[in-house]
């Protein structure tokens, strides 16, 4: 079973998320979060595999506890789970190392499928989220000035830094295993890098990634 872990400001919303979410054999609640700094004080004596996390929450909100403790158990994988996507939650909360971004308004059924999908390495969004990164690497693509428009620096931001460090090497022409001698980690890591800087820039292949490089960079 999947140990997650569910940090909302409001007891009703946490409530019915171990209630639903329980009713399945894939996963177990471990514990649960008021606000941030609440799930860090309880991380210290939990091991969730995923959490569940809100954005709009008093004392530290979700994407800044989402980059904290990314830094601090970069294994735990974060769904931010809200009722908001606006451009600027979407680009903060994946630049800080979210794994997935869906909204309250999903099904249980689509929530256990989001949980399962980031425990097996994959980036979760939305479609409605997805549209927005999209529409922004269209507008990128589409695009004839050479200095990249604002929505293209926003969809940029979606890379951590070291998928940036991988994409650079990309486009440099390096192989996984060179990337990985490079960086000091094993080329299944490097594969898995790949696949979320693909997924988050819903590209298909490297050569996609390094042609969408060059031109944002021209």
Not at 12 to 33: D, P
Not at 39 to 45: F, M, P
Not at 60 to 67: L, S
Not at 195 to 204: D, P, T
């Amino acid at each position: 079973m999947i140990k997650v872990m569910i940090t909302d400001d409001q007891e009703i919303v946490r409530e019915g998320l171990k209630m639903i979410l329980s009713m399945g054999e894939e996963i177990e609640i471990i514990g649960e979060a008021c606000n941030g700094k609440d799930l860090l004080d309880k991380l210290t004596g939990l091991f969730p595999e995923v959490i569940l996390m809100d954005i709009r929450m008093p004392v530290m909100d979700g994407i800044e506890a989402t980059r904290t403790v990314k830094e601090k158990y970069p294994h735990i994988k974060i769904i931010i789970l809200t009722t908001f996507y606006e451009d600027n939650y979407i680009f903060d909360v994946l630049k800080n190392g979210a794994d997935g971004y869906i909204l309250k308004d999903s099904s249980s059924a689509e929530i256990t499928r989001s949980i399962i999908a980031v425990c097996e390495g994959n980036v979760l969004l939305n479609p409605k989220v997805a549209a927005k990164v999209v529409k922004a690497l269209d507008a990128v693509m589409d695009s004839q000035d050479p200095a990249p428009a604002e929505e293209a620096l926003n969809l940029l931001s979606l890379l951590t830094q070291r998928e940036w460090e991988v994409a650079e090497h990309i486009l440099k022409g390096k192989s996984n295993r060179v990337i990985g001698e490079d960086m000091f980690v094993t080329e299944g890591t490097v594969k898995n890098y790949v696949s979320r800087i693909l997924e988050k820039l819903q590209l298909n292949s490297r050569a996609e990634l390094i042609l969408y490089l060059q031109k944002v960079r021209r």
